[in-house]
C-alpha cells in the first residue's frame, strides 16, 4: 500500500512540472527548482551568461511568454499555449509576416507520427522555428502567415540546483539529473521526481557517504559544474545519471568508462536481484551527461541508469513522451532499485572472520538451524556459511554477495547477526 502510494506520488510530481517551459537556462528552469525546493532543501546556483567554462561558454539566457502562427483570418494554427513544444527551444523572437514558402524551412514535423509535434532546440546557432503534427502541417495553405516569437535572449544566468548532505565519510556519491526538457516526462520529468524522492530518503538515513545531488541543464550543466567545482571532484567515488525512468520498458545500466566500478558492480548486481529483466550497456561517448563525468580528464566512476535507453523508444523527444507513457509504478520500480543500489553502496564493507580456523560452531550460538521463515532458511543458512568463508579481510560484502548470487541485503543482515556474534569484525579501511 505504501509502495501504491509512493509511485502516485512521483507520478504527481511528473504532473505538477510537466506544463512548465524549461530549457538550458531561464524561467522555467527556475519555477521548476523552486517546486523542488518545496520538497528538498536545493540551493540554486546562478552562473553568469559569458563564463567561461573548459571550452565552452554560457550561453545567454532564453525566457519565451507567447508563440503563434497565424493565418490570414486571423486564427492560431500553431499556438504555443496549447505546447511549449510548439516552438524550437531558443529561438530568437521573431515577428512578421511570411508566405508558406518563406516559413516552411522553419517547421519542424513527423511525417511518420502525424499527430505528434517534434521536440528540437538551438541552443548553439541563433535560430529560429515551429514544430507542429504533420497533420496540422498538411492544413496549411499558400498563402501569408504572421509569424511570432515573444522571447528574449539576453545575457543573464545559467541556473542549477544542488543538495549537498554530508556523511560520516568526507568521500560522496554523486547524483546528477538533467532538468533542460519542456513538457516531455520520460525525458526529463521522471528522473526529477526519481532523484528528488531519493533525496528524501537520504536526508533521513543515517549516511555513511557524503551525497551531492545536482540538477542541471544537459551538457553546459556538468561542463559549468565541473569547471567550477575541479578541485572537488576527487572526492567523487561513485555516481549515477538518472534519467528516463518512468517507462515501461526493462532497467538498463550504462556502465561507466571504467566499467569496472564498484558502481558498475552494485547496480548489476541489483539489476540480476530484482528477478525482472535488465539490460547491461558497456560506456559509450554518447547518451547524457555520463559523457561529461566521464571524459578522461575527469572519468570519474559515473554510470547512468535508466529504462529504456534514449533514442530506443519512438515516443522519445516527442509530444508523445507525455503523462501517458510514464507511469506510477515503473517510477516506484526504478525508484526501488536505486534505493537498494544506495543500500549497497552505503553497506559494502569488508570484514574478518574473528574465528577463521574451520567453522565456528554456530549451533551453539543459535544461528544455526534456528533462524526463523521455513523457505528461506536455505538461503540465510548459505549467506553465514559465504560470508565467514570469504570475509578474510580481502573480500567485501558486495563480493560475497556476487559470488553466492545471494541478494546484497540479505548478505548484510547476516554479516551485521556475525557481527553482534563476535564472529566478524569490520575491517578499518
Ligand atoms: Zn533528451
Redesign the pocket.
Known amino acids: 500500500m505504501r509502495e501504491e502510494r509512493l509511485g502516485h506520488d512521483l507520478y504527481k510530481m511528473v504532473e505538477e512540472l510537466y506544463p512548465l517551459c524549461r530549457s538550458i537556462t531561464g524561467n522555467g528552469v527556475r519555477e521548476t527548482l523552486a517546486k523542488l525546493q518545496e520538497k528538498i532543501p536545493l540551493s540554486l546556483h546562478e552562473v553568469p551568461s559569458g563564463t567561461a567554462v573548459f571550452d565552452w561558454k554560457v550561453p545567454k539566457e532564453w525566457n519565451i511568454q507567447d508563440a503563434y502562427i497565424k493565418n490570414r483570418h486571423g486564427t492560431k494554427v500553431v499556438d504555443f499555449q496549447k505546447s511549449n513544444l510548439h516552438v524550437v527551444g531558443y529561438s530568437v523572437p521573431i515577428r512578421t509576416t511570411l508566405s508558406f514558402n518563406e516559413l516552411k524551412p522553419h517547421l519542424f514535423t513527423l511525417p511518420d507520427h502525424p499527430d505528434w509535434i517534434p521536440?528540437r532546440t538551438s541552443y548553439y546557432k541563433e535560430d529560429w522555428g515551429f514544430c507542429l503534427s504533420h497533420n496540422q502541417w498538411l492544413n496549411l495553405q499558400e498563402e501569408d502567415y504572421e509569424v511570432c516569437i515573444d522571447s528574449t535572449l539576453e545575457d543573464g544566468f545559467l541556473t542549477y540546483g544542488e543538495l549537498f548532505l554530508r556523511g560520516q565519510s568526507p568521500d560522496e556519491v554523486l547524483i546528477s539529473c538533467?532538468i533542460?526538457?519542456p513538457s516531455?516526462c520520460n525525458?526529463?520529468l521522471s528522473g526529477i521526481a526519481v532523484v528528488t524522492y531519493l533525496a528524501k530518503y537520504l536526508l533521513k538515513k543515517n549516511r555513511r557517504y557524503s551525497y551531492r545531488i545536482v540538477f542541471l541543464p544537459?551538457t553546459i550543466g556538468p561542463i559549468t559544474w565541473l569547471s567550477l567545482n575541479e578541485e572537488r571532484v576527487t572526492r567523487i567515488k561513485h555516481g549515477l545519471v538518472v534519467?528516463l525512468v518512468g517507462d515501461p520498458g526493462p532497467s538498463t545500466y550504462k556502465k561507466s568508462r571504467r566499467g569496472d566500478a564498484e558502481i558498475d558492480r552494485v547496480v548489476a548486481h541489483v539489476l540480476l536481484q530484482a528477478g525482472s529483466d535488465f539490460q547491461i550497456r558497456e560506456f559509450s561517448p554518447y547518451g547524457?551527461d555520463e559523457r561529461q563525468y566521464c571524459s578522461p580528464g575527469f572519468n570519474l566512476p559515473v554510470g547512468c541508469f535508466m529504462r529504456t535507453p534514449?533514442g530506443c523508444f519512438p515516443e522519445?523527444?516527442t509530444s508523445a513522451d507525455n503523462l501517458n507513457l510514464v507511469q506510477p509504478q515503473y517510477l516506484r520500480d526504478s525508484f526501488v532499485k536505486l534505493l537498494s543500489v544506495v543500500d549497497t553502496l552505503e553497506g559494502n564493507k569488508t570484514y574478518s572472520n574473528l574465528n577463521p580456523k574451520c567453522e565456528p560452531q554456530l549451533g551453539k550460538r543459535g544461528l544455526y538451524r534456528t533462524l526463523s521463515g521455513q523457505a528461506e532458511r536455505g538461503q540465510k543458512e548459505m549467506a553465514l556459511f559465504w560470508i565467514l568463508n570469504m570475509s578474510d579481510g580481502a573480500h567485501s560484502l558486495l563480493d560475497v554477495a556476487e559470488r553466492a548470487n545471494i541478494p546484497f541485503a540479505l548478505i548484510k543482515q547476516t554479516a551485521d547477526l556475525l557481527e553482534d556474534n563476535g564472529l566478524l569484525r569490520e575491517c578499518s579501511t
Open positions: 521536440y538533467h533542460c526538457h516531455l525525458d526529463n544537459g534519467a547524457y534514449n522519445y523527444h
